[in-house]
């Protein structure tokens, strides 16, 4: 009979560290599990901030065009492929200019860059044909760092001499 007792006392142990290594293993995936939600989570408010940031260029480059001359001060003056950046003026009213560069919000970089726009017989927007000089493409750009990988968001949009 002492023998069937330490038998069972033996395996009684190894049960014991089996479940000790299940749990072991379990609290280590779920570790990582939140390790990579947190990861996610910080690179999901970067994000929202740059597509913030990037709807406000936008936005600043449309006030831009509203408030200036195509030809004379505004975007059909512009510089193609060249990079700029909005920046309200110091007087009253208060107005958007482009200046060139780009420009450092914290992290985050910014600008907006003017193509030209080009038309089909059919006058479709196309990649080649006639120069429309009344329509400019703009791409705003917003990148960042982050553990040593550029990420960036991207909006495009095409504007109008519309006072023409």
């Known amino acids: 009979m002492k023998k069937n007792r330490t038998l069972t006392e033996g395996i009684s142990i190894i049960e014991i560290l ?6 072991a293993v379990s609290f280590v995936s779920l570790l990582g599990m939140i390790s990579f939600s947190l990861s996610a989570s910080g690179i999901l408010k970067q994000r929202l901030e740059a597509d913030f940031l990037a709807q406000d260029t936008m936005e600043a480059v449309r006030n ?3 408030e200036t001359v195509w030809q004379s001060d505004g975007l059909g003056i512009l510089t193609v492929d060249t990079a700029y950046y909005p920046q309200k003026t110091a007087g009253t009213p208060i107005k958007w200019i ?6 450092n919000i914290g992290i985050f970089t910014r600008k907006a860059v003017f193509e030209k726009v080009f038309r089909d017989s059919n006058d479709n ?3 080649s044909g006639v120069e429309d000089l009344n329509t400019k493409k ?3 750009i917003v990148s960042w760092q982050e553990k040593g990988r550029t990420h960036s968001v991207e909006l495009i949009t095409y ?4 006072r023409q």
């Open 18 to 23: 089996v479940v000790i290594a299940i749990l």
């Open 98 to 103: 482009l200046t060139l560069g780009s420009e």
């Open 125 to 127: 927007i196309a990649s």
């Open 138 to 140: 703009a791409v705003v």
């Open 159 to 162: 504007f109008t001499n519309w």
């Open 64 to 66: 831009f065009r509203d």
